[in-house]
């Protein structure tokens, strides 16, 4: 069993099983946008829903709104999360764009919302208020081939008072999970080679990385999403983005290639 140290910040430790290893791992604690405070992952979820209730309109005056309530979070891998208030008035495209925006968009993929895993799709098109049923889960997916799929918890409606009425209010996203190097299980994971995570022996620290014998143009970046290392995703930046030569002739069989013209 290794440990996985990193010197910033304050941890959760965690014990987790990650390719070959099972290793202890520290995790960093993930902060409510409204008081400032550090949760683990377990407990932010309570936090959040009563750190809301005491967001209350000062004055008379102060402007409300009315805001969908929910979660996101990776099915795979629960340390991905994200915690939200949508405008009731948003649309489902509206949530997708911005669920593309911090965690998804690789290369133009379609996408949909339902609330079955392939059951009958909801029109981007529909109000989030004619969803934002409290108790309702919808899956999410984006990319019908290598699929990243996410729950979409729904706790209901909330009307509060916020500086900035803004449609989309980011309450918390997780803290960066540290995932420990395939090869060596000592150090931090900073590059995923795509050709050997299919072994689960791609995670690579920046040590093991320089000798590994596929090369680094095979490397997409480790991020802080449940995407990093599928397809090509190299995280939230809009950049410049060198492909990998192996995603090169994937991506163009790709039907929904759309937006990968803009990237080369
Ligand atoms: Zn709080
Ligand atoms: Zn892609
Ligand atoms: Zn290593
Ligand atoms: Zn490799």
């Not at 098109?125 to 081939?145: E, H, M, P, R």
């Not at 918890?153 to 980011?170: A, C, N, R, T, V």
């Not at 395939?182 to 072994?199: L, M, N, P, R």
């Not at 480790?222 to 397809?231: F, K, M």
Request: charged share 25%; hydrophobic share 30%.
């Amino acid at each position: 069993m290794s440990l996985v140290s990193c010197d910033t910040g304050r941890w959760a430790s965690n014990i987790q099983t990650i390719g070959k290893y099972q290793m202890e791992y520290t995790a960093p604690k993930s902060i409510c946008n409204l008081c400032k405070s550090e949760f683990t992952t377990k407990g932010i979820g309570r936090h959040i829903s009563s750190c809301l209730k005491r967001q209350s309109p000062k004055t008379k005056n102060t402007l409300t709104k009315k805001y969908c309530y929910l979660s996101v979070r990776d099915i795979d891998n629960s340390d991905y999360f994200i915690f939200l208030l949508i405008s009731q008035d948003s649309t489902l495209d509206d949530f997708d764009t911005f669920l593309r925006k911090i965690w998804l968009e690789c290369c133009g993929h379609m996408s949909s919302f339902s609330y079955k895993k392939w059951g009958e799709e909801i029109s981007m098109s529909t109000k989030i208020q004619n969803v934002c049923n409290a108790g309702s889960t919808l899956i999410y997916l984006y990319d019908f081939g290598s699929t990243t799929e996410l729950q979409v918890k729904l706790y209901g409606q909330f009307s509060g008072f916020f500086p900035k009425l803004e449609d989309i209010i980011l309450l918390s996203r997780n803290s960066e999970p540290i995932i420990p190097c395939d090869e060596c299980g000592k150090f931090q994971a900073v590059h995923i080679c795509t050709e050997c995570q299919w072994d689960n022996n791609g995670w690579l620290c920046e040590k093991c990385a320089k000798t590994h014998e596929c090369g680094d143009d095979m490397f997409l970046p480790v991020v802080n999403s449940p995407r990093a290392g599928v397809c090509a995703y190299y995280g939230e930046e809009e950049k410049e983005r060198p492909i990998p030569k192996s995603l090169q002739d994937t991506i163009n069989d790709k039907k929904d290639k759309i937006k990968i013209l803009k990237l080369k």
